[in-house]
């Protein structure tokens, strides 16, 4: 874990930055790839998602960054609302959706979501922590910084006895979340040719 660096809530100021810094880290997603295969559309489609998960999870859950500089952002939706509805969705700004990515990447978009979200309320319990999103800029990553921006949460959930829900489409993440107790529930590909990802539970510790 990165040392001397605190975890603070991020402030409304602050959205626009670490909506810019998850893009970055997101750019490479085998997700993102594959529903924005245009490097250049991809930039600028990942940065207004991000900025939007965002202010989503600012308004109706709990965003964490490191303090100083914007180069993280863990956004987490609380026990009772880790599956987005409409009328959020309107508030937070997403329904542009459609006009930022272009017809065919958002079917792929609403395919990709669609399954992820058959599989959250199938396989997560009903009072959980969600990990909507967590990133790091990427000259930032292999720092410790991860780890310090999702530990308040953690902490959080295993006071209150909840699990923590996730999912990943990168192999390499899955030690990282091991090591924070996460463990593999679902593997399979998206759905229409898409990438292979994972879904992980964490049971609160004991």
Known sequence: ??????????????IKAAGEVLARAFYDDP?????????AKRAGALSWLMGTGVRYGHMFGQVHTSSGNVED????????????????MIRAGMMSAPFKFG????????????????????DAPQQHWYLMILGVDPPRQGQGL????????LDRAD????????????????????????????????????????????????
């Not at 991860?146 to 949460?153: C, F, L, M, R």
């Open 1 to 14: 874990m990165a040392t001397g660096i605190g975890v603070i809530e991020l402030t409304s100021a602050q």
């Open 73 to 88: 952002g863990a956004v987490w939706l609380p026990p009772g609302g880790t599956i987005m509805s409409p009328l959020r």
């Open 103 to 122: 017809i065919g990447a958002f079917g792929r978009f609403l395919s990709a979501n669609n399954h992820l979200e058959h599989l959250h309320k199938r």
């Open 31 to 39: 997700v993102f790839l594959w529903i924005l295969p245009d490097d």
């Open 159 to 206: 006071r209150e006895n909840l699990p923590c829900y996730l999912e990943t489409a990168k192999e390499r993440n899955l030690p990282f979340y091991r090591k924070h107790g996460f463990e593999v529930v679902v593997e399979d590909d998206l759905p229409r040719g898409g990438p292979h990802f994972w879904t992980m539970l964490r049971q609160p510790a004991r």
């Open 146 to 153: 991860g780890s310090t921006v999702i530990q308040p949460v």
